[in-house]
Each structure stands twice: as structure tokens, then as C-alpha cells.
């Protein structure tokens, strides 16, 4: 199976931005322990901190993968587009995030994105993705 993992905006800085909430490990350690985790996935990860260029990505994918793991981060709380592009997509999506957006500010409770996709994981921290992943691969 061909996975999509796409990050948006901030989550190059995983592991020192707000480490309280986003946690101390990088995404480019993590994404290590992900290929080896799931050897048999062919997994791809990409990450915009620009919404076209996430719209771009998303579109594309439709074509090259069997899904995708997404993490708009502060745009699932803002963007309409996004979530249209998602909706426009023959494959599943998984929406992802680090920290429990319900458990945090009244603006982050909603997520534009999330009404979209398959399933929504939030507060599993990095290992979010990992769930993600399987359960992708458990339901083709």
C-alpha cells in the first residue's frame, strides 16, 4: 500500500516548538521508526507550511497513493479548502494531531478537515501516525 504522510504548517519544527504540547522528537526521527515500523508500506512523507501547496499535494496524491495521514495542524481550524480538496479525493484520509485539540483553546474544537476525512486521531501525540498507518492498512 502507498501511504501519503503530509504534514502542514509548524510541524518542521516538531521537537522545539512548544515542547510541552508537540512534544521533544522530530518528525524526521519519527518517520525513521515509521519505515521500519511498516516495512511492507511504501510511505512517503511531505510537509508545506502554505495551503496551496498542501491543495497541490492532496490533489496529486490521489493519483500516486492509496492514502493518506494528514496533519493540517492550524489549518483544519481554518480552511474550507483544504477540506474541499479532501472531499474531492478518491482515497482514504486520516486526519492526525500531535496534541488533543478538544483539551485546548475554543478555536482549535473545530476542525474543518476532520468533517471530511475517514477518521480523526488527536492527543496520541507521534504515535497518532503509527494508528493512522495500521488502521489504513487493515481497511484497504
Known amino acids: 500500500m ?3 504522510i503530509l504534514n502542514g504548517p509548524n510541524l518542521n519544527l516538531t521537537g522545539t516548538r512548544e515542547p510541552k504540547i508537540y512534544g521533544h522528537q522530530t518528525f524526521d ?3 525513521k521508526q515509521l519505515l521500519k515500523l511498516f516495512p511492507k ?15 497541490n499535494i ?5 493519483d500516486d497513493f492509496d492514502g493518506i495521514v494528514f496533519n493540517p495542524a492550524a489549518y483544519s ?31 482549535r474544537k473545530n476542525s474543518f478537515t476532520a468533517e471530511v476525512c ?7 501525540g507521534m504515535d497518532g501516525y503509527r494508528m ?4 489504513l492498512l487493515k481497511n484497504p
Request: aromatic residues 8%; charged residues 15%; negative net charge.
Open 77 to 107: 481550524h481554518t480552511s474550507i479548502a483544504l477540506a474541499d480538496t479532501i472531499r474531492s479525493l478518491n482515497i482514504p484520509v486520516i486526519e492526525v494531531h500531535l496534541s488533543n485539540i478538544y483539551a485546548r483553546e475554543n478555536y
Open 2 to 4: 502507498r501511504i501519503l
Open 118 to 124: 475517514q477518521a480523526s486521531l488527536s492527543g496520541f
Open 58 to 62: 492532496l490533489q496529486a496524491a490521489n
Open 132 to 135: 493512522a498507518i495500521d488502521f
Open 41 to 55: 508500506a511504501e510511505i512517503t512523507y511531505k510537509q508545506s507550511n502554505v495551503e496551496g501547496e498542501l491543495i
Open 29 to 31: 526521527s519519527f518517520i
